[in-house]
């Protein structure tokens, strides 16, 4: 039963048929067993890939930049975080919010390239009133293309039948976004693909709002008109707090480029899938879309996308019951186009906040904010951050037992275990350690 009612449940809400639509190929891919995993006996490590190092800088660089728009994901209510609220708002450096300095980054670019780049959320529900008001004045069109645009949602699945759960309780429980992936679905529905085309854009940069590394920079842009690429992915080297981040690697059977994610990943072969030396290179969600090959896409719905299954439990306690969400992450397009393209960054454009440890970090003495709005290192190595999860995973404990973000800028990693605060005017220094023995 579950293509029906689920198909009817999203009717009802009154969602459009090109969403149910979309839903619906999903649906049908999960319930023909299509789960998508990724072992590591069919993939093999990603070698020589090009660097934003080795491009040579030209004065017409931002000449590229005239016909690129900028899309941030702004969806995210930080749940993991214990956030109820945007991400988006709050602070991340210097008293300012994500969505405060990752504006200050366009207008800068804007005024410095005489470019008009338009700056586009895609946002939720649960965002896109707070952040239309946070926006104020500045939530006006940019060269008839308009600041926001909403993503969808679909329903959450019983496992066993497919069938859409029901939580009375929360009604808004019994529905999930489809992941990113939903972003060439949006492009494609809302009619902002078409609207940016007839404007004269030719390329789309897309990135996460939580990661202030990531601007439109002219020689990247222009890099990915020269190589004349329908799609590139920006990776960075992994670190040790990079290996829940999913990985480029290349298909053994014909050598094309696949994305893997945890949720694509055998429980057995996590351990290969979190190896810093064997899978180097992490995605950083920083896009570039040729717009015209997105197009030529349109007609069957965009890209096709591997299926993500996830597993939650929706309510507490002995009350929560078991659901699927069907999701899609945007960077597996890689495989859809006939022409992708890998960069690699330095970690400058890669900033993600997903714990605690990135926040304090990000709001640390490592960074400083340059008047162009961007997140320069002050340390020569960026400190590694890790805090106990029992006690720091959740924003509200967080600011308990840290009132005021200690100085990083001198250490090499900051590490805190246990039920234990950070004092006021703390200085971490080399390898730190705050810990206290558990009675």
């Known amino acids: 039963m579950g293509d029906n009612t689920a198909i009817a449940k999203m009717r009802i809400a009154g969602k459009s048929e090109a969403e149910i639509a979309d839903f619906s190929r999903a649906l049908a891919h999960v319930r023909a067993g299509q789960r998508t995993l990724i072992p590591e006996r069919i993939i093999e490590p990603l070698t020589n890939i090009p660097s934003f190092a080795s491009l040579e800088s030209t004065p ?24 109820d609220g945007p991400k988006s708002l709050l602070e991340a450096h210097g008293g300012r919010t994500f969505l405060s300095i990752a504006l200050g ?15 586009i959320l895609l946002n939720s529900d649960a965002t896109d009133a707070p952040t239309r008001a946070a926006l ?31 939580w ?12 990113h992936g939903d972003l060439y679905g949006v492009l494609i529905r809302s009619g902002l693909l078409d609207r940016l085309m007839d404007r004269g854009y030719r390329f789309l940069f897309v990135a996460n709002i939580d990661n202030l590394g990531a601007f439109p920079d002219p020689d990247i842009a222009a890099w990915f008109e020269s190589t004349g690429a329908d799609f590139a992915a920006e990776v960075v080297r992994r670190t040790p707090m990079d290996t829940k981040g999913g990985h480029f690697a290349r298909r053994i059977s014909d050598g094309g480029i696949v994305l893997r994610e945890t949720a694509q990943t055998p429980e057995s072969d996590l351990p290969f899938f979190q190896s810093v030396d064997r899978h180097p290179y992490v995605n950083t ?16 719905g965009g890209p096709s996308l591997p299926v993500i299954v996830n597993n939650k439990m929706v309510g507490k306690g002995q009350q929560a019951i078991p659901a699927i969400q069907i999701e899609s992450a ?18 400058t454009r890669f900033i993600p906040v997903k714990k605690m440890a990135d926040l304090m970090l990000l ?6 904010l340059t008047e162009e709005s961007r997140l320069k290192d002050r340390a020569s190595v960026r400190p590694i951050v890790d805090l106990d999860s029992r006690y720091f995973s959740r924003f509200e404990d967080f600011t308990k037992r840290v009132p ?12 805190v275990r246990g039920d234990t605060s950070i004092p006021p005017g703390y200085v971490a220094r080399g390898d730190a350690v705050i810990t206290v023995s558990q009675v």
């Open 60 to 83: 017409d660089s931002s000449k590229a930049l005239a016909h690129t728009a900028v899309l941030k994901l702004n969806g995210g209510i930080g749940t993991t975080m214990g956030l």
């Open 105 to 119: 980054q366009i207008l800068s670019i804007r005024e410095r390239c005489s470019t008009p780049l338009p700056f």
């Open 136 to 166: 104020g004045s500045d939530n006006t069109p940019t060269d008839g293309i308009p600041p926001t645009v909403m993503q969808s949602v679909v329903p959450r699945l019983d496992p066993d039948t497919l069938d859409p759960i029901s």
């Open 168 to 179: 009375p309780e929360d009604p808004a429980q019994e529905w999930a976004p489809p992941g």
């Open 285 to 300: 969600n920083n896009l570039w879309l040729n717009l015209a090959s997105l197009k030529a896409m349109s007609a069957r």
């Open 330 to 347: 945007m960077g597996t397009a890689i495989g859809s186009f006939a022409h992708s393209e890998l960069l690699e960054v330095d970690n």
């Open 363 to 368: 709001r640390s003495d490592a960074f400083e």
């Open 404 to 415: 005021e973000t200690p100085s990083l800028v001198h250490a090499r990693s900051l590490t």
